[in-house]
């Protein structure tokens, strides 16, 4: 995304406050389903030889992201361009990659180990949105949650042994 295109979005987002507060809820949202939704698949695992790879591989892939966010440290698009987003973060830098797509794609990734095949499509559709919402809202570059949800499907595939 460049300044212009940024500048543009930013533009849209001043004149239509109502826009924001939708988008702005529907982060809230989708976060807070995904924290229950990974809840409910551990409990649908919760007697299965599969329940310690779902509690360790995204535990050890929290960690290992947040870890290589704050050695990146890469500025956010409101820093770069000098021009506020339309969803505000309080801290500065730590964009890439992004953790929310991350995590999203992690559970997503997580409910197809688990066989809960529909229940990872979902996920996965939901965590474009999550994408979708992280960039129109200016916290984050294409870049950022790309490399968010890449790093998703590398821990999927080394966490749960998928490529051994």
Same mark, same amino acid.
């Given at each position: 995304?460049?300044?212009? %295109?940024?500048?543009?979005?930013m533009?849209?987002? *001043? ?5 924001? $507060? !939708? +988008? &702005? ?19 649908l ?23 290589? %966010? ?7 698009? *409101? ?5 506020? $987003? !339309? +969803? &505000? ?15 999203a ?10 066989g ?33 949800a890449?790093?998703?499907l ?11």
């Amino acid at each position: 995304m460049n300044k212009e %295109r940024y500048e543009k979005m930013m533009q849209h987002f *001043a004149r239509h406050p109502e826009q924001v $507060s !939708a +988008l &702005q809820f529907l982060d809230t949202l989708l976060t807070i389903g995904f924290v229950f939704s990974y809840i409910d698949l551990l409990l649908l695992h919760k007697e299965s030889e599969k329940l310690i790879p779902l509690i360790a591989v995204p535990a050890v892939g929290l960690i290992l992201i947040t870890l290589l %966010r704050e050695w990146i440290n890469k500025p956010r698009p *409101a820093e770069v361009y000098g021009i506020p $987003s !339309a +969803l &505000q973060k309080k801290k500065p830098g730590r964009s890439f990659p992004s953790r929310h797509v991350f995590s999203a794609f992690l559970i997503a990734f997580s409910c197809f180990y688990a066989g809960e095949a529909s229940m990872g499509w979902l996920m996965g559709i939901l965590s474009l949105v999550v994408a979708l919402i992280r960039v129109c809202g200016g916290l984050h570059f294409v870049s950022d949650v790309l490399a968010g949800a890449l790093c998703a499907l590398a821990a999927a595939l080394i966490g749960y042994g998928l490529i051994f």
